[in-house]
């Protein structure tokens, strides 16, 4: 079975440019993460769906992150335009359940985003 | 507000030696797992434990969570260079779909 597949793996942008981010969760998961992870530091989610509704986006920065999962399968995680601090490697995560009592996540690898 | 509390945040031993890494809250958690990360890929689920005082061992690696689901620790032995990585406990609440991440511990293993 095949796990999380993000891409690019590696995006290198200036400042006040957009960029993408794509994922295609495993087969069957309903749940989708996007998460921010600074380098040493623990994932800090961004947006969390359920099928294709946005059911928790409190940690989006919404005046430049977009984010959707059009057909509650793959999702697209957008910035523009972007900032120097927004360099780190952005995390997408899909789960089985609905909010079950274990919520067990299976990660991708990552895109790390540098922007200079 | 860090909600889990990892220590320590750096840990540099050499092969051979054992560590303990710890993961405190003051909050309840029905569930915790921990993951382990290598530099360019994303978190690899480790264990989950859900029951208070639950220990679990996976070869070289016990976990163990606190009686009052409020903490839990990670103990390797005889660690070995193939340990290194940033290791991440991460607790969650039932029927909230949110896991809460700790800021993780950086293990170095020295041959």
């Known amino acids: 079975e095949a796990g999380v597949v993000q891409s690019p793996r590696y995006k290198i942008i200036e400042k006040k440019q957009p960029v993408a981010f794509w994922c295609n969760p495993i087969s069957g998961h309903n749940t989708l993460y996007w998460y921010r992870q600074n380098l040493g530091q623990g994932p800090e989610l961004l947006i969390r769906y359920e099928n294709e509704e946005a059911v928790d986006d409190s940690q989006l920065p919404k005046d430049r992150f977009s984010a959707e999962r059009l057909k509650g399968v793959d999702s697209t995680l957008k910035i523009q335009p972007a900032e120097l601090g927004d360099s780190a490697v952005y995390l997408c995560?899909?789960?089985?359940?609905?909010?079950?009592?274990?919520?067990?996540?299976?990660f991708g690898p990552g895109t790390r985003l540098t922007v200079l | 507000t860090q909600l889990l509390e990892q220590s320590p945040q750096f840990l540099s031993i050499q092969e051979g030696e054992n560590l303990t890494v710890y993961c405190n809250s003051s909050s309840v958690f029905s569930s915790l797992q921990w993951y382990r990360q290598e530099p360019g890929e994303g978190p690899v689920l480790l264990v989950t434990?859900?029951?208070?005082?639950e220990v679990k061992k996976l070869k070289r690696l016990t976990f163990q969570f606190g009686d009052a689901r409020k903490d839990s620790s990670l103990h390797i032995t005889a660690a070995q260079p193939g340990d290194t990585g940033l290791y991440l406990c991460a607790g969650a609440r039932r029927n909230t779909g949110k896991l809460i991440f700790g800021q993780g511990t950086t293990l170095q293993v020295k041959p």
């Open positions: 995560a899909s789960s089985s359940g609905l909010a079950g009592l274990y919520n067990e996540q299976f």
């Open positions: 434990v859900v029951t208070g005082g």
